[in-house]
T-cell receptor, first 113, second 113 residues
Framework: AQSVTQPDIHITVSEGASLELRCNYS??????LFWYVQSPGQGLQLLLK??????LVQGIKGFEAEFKRSQSSFNLRKPSVHWSDAAEYFC???????????FGQGTRLTINP | DAGITQSPRHKVTETGTPVTLRCHQT?????MYWYRQDPGHGLRLIHY???????DKGEVSDGYSVSRSKTEDFLLTLESATSSQTSVYFC????????????FGAGTRLSVL
């Protein structure tokens, strides 16, 4: 069965600094890959997705993610974070045809002024 | 929140009482899902539906039942609530042809005392 690991439970960065959130997955083939963001008290919002093709994908709010097949990773990046980026971020994998997602444990991002 | 309404948004109940949470969508999407969110566990799938009267279990289905009598409504029932079911519950929907993309409601915070 597929699984997702987000190694960092909590990350703190300064406003304006760069950000990278890690995501590793376990699946025999190339899955569909997603990053979602959850602001406090809110539901999850889709940031970006990867299905196939170009391994660098762009999302909303200035985020991007890179799929690396050799490392089974799909790390999320942003060159310069804003205080409004403070939230919890979830990586998820979907098995083609299965219509279900498996989520990682989440990474909570704190922004220092 | 992509035309998804969860009700109630907050509920406090006592151990042993039945509880029903409702998810209503206006998108006419085929797939609907119930997740629970707990610290350190990310989101875990409870049950999902792939059509009217068609449902299946997720990874944490014990103690929960679901029903879908109309495309737009997906009900989650705790027959006899326990303290371990204190959680935040999220409904999600998916059109099914969009490579597992899911859209989430705002959540229901349930406390079982």
């Amino acid at each position: 069965a597929q699984s997702v690991t987000q190694p960092d439970i909590h990350i703190t960065v300064s406003e304006g600094a760069s950000l990278e959130l890690r995501c590793n997955y376990s699946y025999g083939a190339t899955p569909y890959l997603f990053w979602y963001v959850q602001s406090p008290g809110q539901g999850l919002q889709l940031l970006l997705k990867y299905f196939s093709g170009d391994t660098l994908v762009q999302g909303i709010k200035g985020f991007e993610a890179e799929f690396k097949r050799s490392q089974s990773s799909f790390n999320l990046r942003k060159p310069s974070v804003h205080w409004s980026d403070a939230a919890e971020y979830f990586c998820a994998v979907g098995v083609p045809g299965a219509q279900k997602l498996v989520f990682g444990q989440g990474t909570r991002l704190t922004i220092n002024p | 929140d992509a035309g998804i309404t969860q009700s109630p948004r907050h509920k406090v109940t006592e151990t042993g009482t039945p509880v029903t949470l409702r998810c209503h969508q206006t998108e006419n999407h085929r797939y609907m899902y119930w997740y629970r969110q707990d610290p350190g566990h990310g989101l875990r799938l409870i049950h999902y539906s792939y059509g009217v009267k068609d449902t299946d279990k997720g990874e944490v289905s014990d103690g929960y039942s679901v029903s879908r009598s109309k495309t737009e409504d997906f009900l989650l029932t705790l027959e006899s609530a326990t303290s371990s079911q204190t959680s935040v519950y999220f409904c999600a929907i998916s059109p099914g042809a969009a490579k597992n993309i899911q859209y989430f409601g705002a959540g229901t915070r349930l406390s079982v005392l």
